[in-house]
């Protein structure tokens, strides 16, 4: 099944260019794979909190620069593993060395993976999110979708799964063909003051936001964007919860 989640490609020794932020013990030299492609950066956790949140495992990996997270589904339920990609292979030798340490009460484990369980591991999670099968058809109950489709517009959208390097001049890419300003865009950050990985954006009309749905489940860098219709109300008290 083709999916609309197109992910992340070699294009360098170093995946993801350097982040700003990254500490640079954990960035490999330049000539670190100069006789073979670098492996992909990518850990498999088992273990975690059925509440675990993005932001718990970005905290569980402090000073890696995470670049992907993928909580594992089945039958619309957590199973309580999910895939981390890494900004540099070196990476992921850093983070093999959390294995077994504490998420809350629980301790998690931390193994090695490749790029294709990651994708399959993608494939997998959009057909149980579709109500779908990735071995046989099954019947699919009323989705998330149709709700959406029935959801009352009022010019504002809700944006989920931002990648937590994203800014506003990328939101206004995505959205590339409605008019919008920086104004119009709030990228809202949890009650540690860190980027939540959701955005509210304001457009010029009900019918404008609408229209932008078109867009639900596209790709935003490596992450697919999941948008809701929503309020001003509920943007205000999103923004207010993060100061």
Do not use: W
């Not at 670049?67 to 983070?95: M, S, W």
């Not at 995505?174 to 950050?189: M, Q």
Request: negative net charge.
């Amino acid at each position: 099944m083709a999916s609309k989640r197109q992910r992340i490609t070699d294009q360098s020794s170093s995946y993801y260019g350097t982040s700003p932020g990254s500490n640079f013990m954990y960035n490999p030299s330049p000539y670190a794979y100069i006789s073979q492609p670098p492996p992909f950066p990518v850990v498999r956790l088992r273990g975690l909190p059925f509440n675990c949140s993005e932001p718990d495992i970005v905290d569980f990996f402090h000073s890696l620069d995470i670049v992907d997270i993928l909580f594992v589904h089945k039958n619309g339920r957590f199973t309580g593993e999910a895939f981390c990609v890494l900004g540099y292979p070196l990476q992921v030798d850093f983070a093999l060395q959390r294995n077994k340490q504490n998420m809350g009460r629980r301790y998690v484990e931390v193994f090695r993976s490749k790029r294709q369980e990651y994708y399959k591991a993608i494939a997998n999670e959009v057909a149980d999110s579709r109500g779908e099968s990735t071995h046989h058809n099954v019947p699919r109950a009323k989705s998330s979708d149709d709700a959406k489709d029935l959801a009352e517009h009022t010019g504002v959208l809700r944006l989920r799964g931002l990648p937590y390097s994203a800014g506003k001049d990328d939101i206004m890419d995505f959205f590339k063909d409605f008019a919008l300003s920086e104004e119009a865009i709030h990228i809202t950050l949890n009650s540690e003051g860190r980027k939540s990985g959701e955005a509210f954006v304001e457009f010029a009309s009900a019918e404008d936001s609408k229209a932008a749905m078109a867009k639900d489940r596209m790709t935003l860098g490596s992450r697919y964007i999941e948008l809701f219709a929503s309020s001003l109300e509920e943007l205000n008290e999103a923004v207010s919860r993060g100061q």
